[in-house]
């Protein structure tokens, strides 16, 4: 800590000297030429007012020309048509003529607004649907600047402007009536631009492509990037797919690969229930990776669905294939009304637990037998978060239950209604925009006096086993099992009520949350405790004696130069001299007399100012550099590793292991118990990686280093977010804290070896889960990360008491370095 702002200091001096010296050279010229200077100060007056003079010329004269061109997209219905085959060829003559009638219908109806008919170019048909036919156009405007508000606004009320030119219209024999009107622009519901997506008018696309797929009973269509698998696809491109199936069909797209960059703002795919990019219409954006193991399904609404793809120039990644097949509307994975009946059931949104359609109602009525009530449990509640952000009511995708909405995305099983009466009732609706992978439910016939037989009820209405009442753990989800609690003699009594279980007094960390399990856990007055829990008399502290006989009292004693006696503990230096400084290495001070704690320290930092694993969040570009992930060939992502040189990788053993079979992604199973009591694994690679912002690597911590039960440390992954669920598409980052062996050895049923180091939240919630396996257990320590532990295996995922059981690093400290030297 000292060490670097004395190198500040030394950079400081330097400069302090040589600003005088340059001060003097001017000041000594300044002396001389008195003259000069005022006609200079003149000449630079005349030539700011001359400047001044022509940008106001120019502001006047001409900046009222600077227009910005602003594309809409839109689709209208035309009713006095029929659709032919030969409009989803847009180079036949029938489409042609079609697409110059609505064009110059487009051009009165724009006519029509003031605002609109100034500044109007002109408009392009891009694709016709069936219905009668619906055709689907961008138009462009050149609008000045600053006008683009009341542009928007004229476009979001482009139905008005139809019917006004309708009523005009003299000729109506031959006019297409237009029904249905949607266009891009400002509505007054929306807080967005939702005008065309700027990313798309980018001028930078040196490429643009336009494909069409129609899906038919007997044919499956296929679509994929450009180059793909072969090759990452192009940069700077934009590609269109049109999708479409026979009338009376839905599309049904299905994704078996999509690898794109992490960040949309580069890259991305978006599909739309429409053939025009119309952001009202869009259905999901994606981008980076997701699993081939998760499943990645949409389906349209109609029988038509839009496929687009922006590149930029920056890094180019495999892309995407998915299949392009038909589903006849009102078909079995569509429908999803329904009069339930019976003791218990189940039900489910459409197409789950893959992507429901747009627009879509649902009405589920549930009846049991007179006497009984129905209760409705949500397994799983994973409706679309778009357009939710700002506003706390359900105005976009719901589902109502008793007259409540619910909506966005909601943990397992916490959703649960009970009715009044043996009848209830339950309503999806899907909005036009924006999907999610839907709900999963289950209802009983329950007794309205006895709502939770054997079990008790929690204020949400949960039932929950009767023994986890006052077991210190919420399982209701808002306490009300811990409340009003009288604490067993196997339990601790917080003083703020709580119960919390006895082991875990005195384990560093406080889990009453008012510090009482923390309380009298030390020796007595006058005594030190030791790591192995013993007390010494405070006096045996650093008198160059092993009082605690694990060395413990003699660690931290700032002896440096001379060295004191090396124990298990004491951190050893190159010259093997040892101190007893507490993890000295990188932390900026030089405490070896040969300086090898400071060598080698380019390591366990993000290049960027910073501040899914289950309960986690998606970390920031760069933030966990040394974080990399293991694909196998054709089955994508399978574990995690760390960078610690540019030549080798640390991983878990259990990845790398060669069990006969190609290694699949590794399937969401509740208990993976230890394989190998070894669980590490080193991977060279062919060649060095060139450490950049987001290539670099963790620092490995000395074999005596110190990750105290407590300690606060970072997990990451592209592992499953839930325990059962699906991997992450960006990498994921969650807090834990180490825990303490003996307690987590309890916990685990005896499995933890002083090989494997615990981590967790033993509330349940937080964890890492299948596919994070490998991957780093980073603890920070001043301003860089060690890597403490390597994802290893756990009971389930996030369980409460339950933590997640690491590969303790140190115990391999040795071993890494005799096999990479680093
Ligand atoms: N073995 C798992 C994998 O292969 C990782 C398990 C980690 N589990 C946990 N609950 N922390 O990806």
Redesign the pocket.
């Given at each position: 800590m000292s060490s670097p702002s004395c190198e500040m200091d030394k950079d400081w001096d330097t400069s302090v000297q040589f600003l005088p010296a340059s001060d003097n050279k001017k000041l000594e010229k300044k002396k001389g030429p008195g003259k000069v200077g005022a006609v200079i100060g003149v000449v630079i007056f005349l030539a700011v007012i001359a400047l001044m003079t022509g940008l106001l010329v120019w502001h006047f004269h001409f900046r009222k020309d600077v227009r910005v061109k602003r594309m809409y997209s839109g689709s209208i219905r035309i009713i006095n048509q029929v659709f032919e085959d030969a409009y989803e060829n847009s180079s036949s003559s029938e489409f042609k003529a079609l697409a110059n009638q609505v064009t110059s219908q487009l051009k009165v109806i724009y006519s029509k607004s003031p605002q609109l008919a100034k500044y109007y170019v002109g408009s392009t048909v891009q694709a016709f649907s069936e219905g009668s036919v619906i055709a689907y156009y961008l138009s462009e405007f050149r609008v000045p600047v600053g006008q683009e508000a009341a542009v928007d606004n004229a476009m979001s009320s482009m139905d008005k402007l139809v019917d006004k030119a309708r009523r005009s219209f003299h000729t109506p024999g031959n006019a297409l009536v237009f029904e249905d009107v949607m266009s891009s622009g400002r509505a007054k519901t929306q807080t967005t631009d939702i005008s065309l997506d700027t990313r798309l008018l980018s001028t930078s696309f040196s490429d643009s492509f336009k494909f069409s797929e129609h899906a038919r009973t007997d044919h499956i269509g296929q679509i994929q990037s450009p180059g793909f698998p072969d090759s990452p696809y192009p940069s700077n491109t934009f590609l269109q797919w049109e999708l479409r199936a026979d009338p009376n069909h839905v599309i049904k797209l299905e994704f078996d690969t999509m690898n794109l960059e992490a960040n949309c703002k580069n890259d991305f795919v978006k599909i739309y229930d429409s053939l025009v990019a119309i952001e009202r219409r869009i259905m999901e954006e994606l981008c980076g990776y997701y699993s081939p193991s998760s499943p990645l399904t949409f389906m349209s609404s109609g029988n038509v669905m839009l496929v687009t793809m922006a590149t930029n120039d920056k890094k180019n990644y495999p892309g995407f294939r998915a299949k392009v097949s038909q589903v006849p509307r009102g078909s079995k994975a569509l429908t999803c009304n329904g009069h339930l009946t019976g003791e218990r059931g189940t039900f489910s949104s459409p197409n789950f637990p893959n992507y429901y359609p747009p627009q879509t109602r649902c009405e589920w009525s549930i009846t049991v037998d007179p006497g009984k009530v129905v209760k409705v449990t949500f397994r799983k509640f994973l409706l679309s978060k778009s357009g939710l952000e700002n506003s706390k009511d359900c105005w976009k995708d719901y589902v109502e239950v008793n007259g409540k909405k619910v909506c966005g995305e909601q943990p397992d099983r916490t959703v649960t209604e009970t009715s009044k009466t043996n009848t209830m009732s339950v309503v999806f609706f899907s909005d036009a925009s924006y999907v999610g992978r839907g709900f999963d439910a289950e209802f009983e016939a329950i007794d309205s006096n006895d709502p939770c037989p054997d079990q008790f009820q929690c204020r949400n209405q949960r039932c929950i086993k009767k023994e986890l009442q006052c077991d210190g753990w919420n399982d209701c989800g808002e306490m009300s099992d811990e409340l009003n609690c009288k604490c067993s003699s196997k339990d601790i009594s917080c003083k703020n009520g709580l119960c919390k279980p006895m082991f875990w007094k005195c384990d560093g960390v406080d889990d009453c949350g008012d510090g009482t399990d923390e309380e009298n856990c030390g020796c007595q007055a006058g005594q030190m405790k030791c790591k192995n829990n013993k007390c010494v008399s405070e006096k045996n502290q650093c008198d160059g004696r092993d009082d605690c006989g694990d060395g413990s009292d003699e660690l931290n004693c700032g002896r440096v130069a001379s060295g004191v006696t090396c124990t298990d503990l004491t951190y050893r230096c190159k010259n093997n001299k040892c101190i007893s400084k507490v993890n000295p290495e990188c932390d900026g001070t030089r405490d070896c007399e040969d300086g090898s704690d400071e060598e080698n320290c380019d390591c366990g930092r993000s290049m960027f100012k910073t501040s899914r694993i289950v309960g986690g969040q998606d970390a920031d570009e760069g933030e966990f550099p040394w974080q990399v992930s293991l694909h196998v060939k054709n089955s994508g992502h399978v574990?995690g590793a760390s960078i610690i040189s540019p030549r080798w990788l640390v991983t878990?053993a259990?990845?790398v292991q060669d069990d006969g079979r190609t290694r699949s992604y590794?399937t969401p199973t509740t208990t993976?118990t230890p394989t190998t009591m070894n669980d590490i694994a080193l991977m060279e690679l062919d060649g060095p990686v060139t450490y950049s912002d987001h290539i670099r690597p963790v620092c490995l911590p000395a074999a005596q280093h110190d990750f105290p039960a407590g300690n606060t440390v970072w997990i990451t992954g592209w592992?499953a977010t839930r325990e059962g669920g699906f991997a992450a598409p960006v990498l994921q980052k969650a807090q834990v804290r180490i825990i303490n062996d003996s307690v987590c050895n309890n916990l685990m049923g005896g499995q933890i070896t002083s090989r494997m180091l615990c981590a967790?939240v033993l509330s349940g919630g937080i964890?890492?889960?299948?596919?994070?396996?490998?991957g780093p257990l980073s603890n920070p320590s001043g301003n860089r990360m060690f890597l403490a532990g390597v994802?290893?295996?756990?009971?389930?995922?996030?369980r409460r008491n339950?933590p997640?059981?690491y590969t303790r690093v140190t115990k391999f400290r040795g071993w890494i370095n005799e096999k990479t030297g680093v």
């Open positions: 574990c878990a259990h990845c590794p993976n592992g967790g964890d890492a889960c299948q596919g994070d396996s490998g994802v290893s295996w756990g009971d389930g995922c996030a339950k997640g059981i």
